[in-house]
């Protein structure tokens, strides 16, 4: 494997990780008396235009199409866990 593979992967994993991470904590306490964010289809909506926002970004050397593709699934993964987690614990 090259260099810029594992740098790719890593920006990749990064991103991934930040976007779930911001986007579960945003839910679980901005959104948390939002009822449009518990709806079932809020995660792909975020996911969604997460990586259209992203997309763009795919003319820089290390993000590709890829790259936005997996920091839109970070985010909806992170919105669905934060509304399972208002669900579970509604004090927090």
């Known amino acids: 494997m090259e260099f810029f593979d594992l740098l790719w ?12 991470v911001t986007s579960r904590r945003f839910v679980r306490r901005r959104l948390r008396f939002v ?7 809020a995660p792909l909506l975020a996911g969604g235009a997460a990586a259209l926002v992203a997309a763009p ?27 399972k987690d208002v669900k579970r614990l509604p004090g927090i």
């Open 57 to 83: 970004l795919a003319a820089l050397p290390l993000l590709t199409i890829g790259t936005a593709a997996a920091f839109g699934i970070g985010i909806g993964l992170g919105v669905r866990h934060g509304q």
């Open 35 to 41: 009822d449009a964010a518990h709806k079932p289809v």
């Open 9 to 20: 992967i890593g920006v990749t994993g990064a991103g991934s990780i930040w976007g779930y």
